[in-house]
């Protein structure tokens, strides 16, 4: 008998499990919150308030960690990457469509945010189902697309005015992805390209890239696709970047804001 109660959030992506505490889990029931993971892309677990240790045993049970080299570290464990929006700011990390460490070679398996401090109001993530956006192309365009690899490159953070790291040695060459990846655990195939890393088509130029990929980025981010977690203090997030692309909100303008991200070591991509 399951331990943990579920309930979709939407009809392509996200699930809230509850009735089980992450820093005391069993295995079962840690394999059991990996299953829905993989089921409905993106999982929320309120009320864990996991200290940083467990928040590290959480990472560790999916795979080795994936230290982000762009992110400011939280003070004495460097594994865990700090997302922190101060009063001030008018934007935010991740505020627009995007899927974490695309321009990896071996991109991000999951991501884990737990909530550490939320403004009164706003700060929402929305989250886009990348296996339901392939589903609804066209045939024509999903053959087409299965046949293409995209660049992915890290270059935007260059130009990032929202408290990032300022690390020149951090940026790496762009890397070659499958525009229609096959999951690797599933083999559901999944579209995978996003406006924050990729940039054009293998053989093609920018310029002949940019209408078909501004079309991609308009399709596979409709709100039929999507799921809106609205956090709660202590909330755990997690999210497979290759099932789901997420977005942050921008919306709480004159409060804080601090998560604590965690992302786990991917493989390379393979196409479908």
């Given amino acids: 008998m399951s331990s943990w109660k579920i309930k979709k959030m939407s009809g392509h992506c996200g699930a809230r499990l509850e009735g089980v505490s992450l820093s005391n889990a069993s295995n079962s029931d840690l394999e059991e919150m990996r299953s829905a993971l993989f089921e409905y892309g993106i999982i929320v677990m309120p009320d864990q308030n996991l200290n940083p240790e467990d928040h590290l045993k959480l990472a560790k049970f999916f795979g080795p960690i994936d230290v982000n080299r762009f992110f400011t570290p939280v003070a004495t464990y460097p594994m865990i990457a700090e997302v922190r929006t101060s009063a001030e700011q008018s934007e935010v990390i991740g505020g627009t469509w995007h899927t974490d460490h695309s321009y990896d070679v071996a991109p991000a398996m999951c991501s884990i945010l737990s909530a550490r401090q939320l403004p009164p109001h706003g700060g929402d993530t929305h989250f886009a189902s990348m296996s339901a956006a392939y589903k609804a192309l066209s045939p024509g365009l999903k053959k087409m697309l299965s046949s293409l690899r995209a660049w992915h490159s890290d270059s935007s953070f260059s130009e990032s005015n929202v408290g990032l790291e300022n690390n020149p040695d951090a940026f790496r060459d762009p890397v070659l992805h499958p525009v229609i990846i096959k999951h690797p655990v599933t083999s559901e195939p999944c579209v995978y390209v996003n406006g924050d890393f990729t940039t054009h088509f293998e053989n093609w130029s ?67």
């Fill in 206 to 272: 920018i310029e002949e890239s940019s209408a078909l990929l501004s079309y991609l980025y308009v399709f596979v981010t409709q709100p039929i696709f999507t799921t809106r977690v609205v956090w709660e203090p202590g909330m755990v997030t997690i999210w497979d970047n290759r099932l789901v692309q997420h977005y942050a909100t921008a919306d709480y303008s004159g409060h804080e804001r601090l998560m604590h991200r965690i992302t786990v070591e991917g493989v390379p991509l393979e196409s479908v």
